[in-house]
């Protein structure tokens, strides 16, 4: 049974790049872009803005592979009695995109090791230590053209249960929307 998912997903991956009519010339890209979020849930934190940059290689004309990486910064709130540190995410992440057409809609993730970066402890009035990261996850839903991906997104670093504090999780993940550039480097 496992064989058969395999087979039918590898099968689903090449017909999609297949069918799809991307432009041949704008194989390599850079993307540039930026985000912005609410915090879910929002224990710790209540909103995030960031960057992202990456890098994506068409392996067939409608579906990429690259890296990704960039920085949010998550804005620290006060909940049952802490003041929460704003906290940075950096990641590292492989991605993936599918293009089921030259322009229109498309999805994909990026997905590696999120550091969290910034202020040492969790709260300002509490010895919490922040951990230092975790698996981090990005999927996204979006628009495309050539040059232009507009996306919907959620972004979550899974960080364990090591730096809660009594009565709130510590949490860093955010549901938002973002755009990016694209910048062609050739075939």
């Not at 997903?9 to 704008?26: E, H, N, P, V, W």
């Amino acid at each position: 049974m496992k064989t058969l998912k395999q087979t039918v997903i590898a099968a689903a991956f090449l017909t999609a790049g297949l069918l799809s009519a991307q432009d041949k010339a704008m194989n390599n890209m850079i993307k540039v872009g930026a985000t912005a979020g609410l915090a879910v849930p929002a224990d710790n934190v209540s909103a995030a803005v960031g960057v992202d940059v990456a890098y994506q290689n068409l392996i067939t004309p409608g579906f990429g592979l690259g890296i990704a990486s960039g920085y949010t910064h998550y804005f620290g709130k006060d909940n049952e009695g802490y003041s929460n540190n704003d906290v940075g995410v950096v990641p590292v992440a492989a991605l993936f995109r599918i293009y089921p057409k030259q322009t229109g809609f498309y999805f994909g993730a990026d997905l590696g090791y999120g550091f969290l970066v910034g202020d040492k402890n969790v709260a300002s009035n509490s010895a919490a230590e922040r951990p230092d990261g975790g698996f981090y996850l990005k999927p996204e839903l979006g628009y495309h053209n050539q040059n232009w991906n507009f996306f919907v997104q959620y972004q979550k670093v899974f960080t364990g249960s090591g730096s809660d504090l009594p009565s709130q999780d510590y949490n860093v993940g955010s549901i938002g929307a973002g755009f990016s550039y694209n910048i062609p480097l050739g075939n």
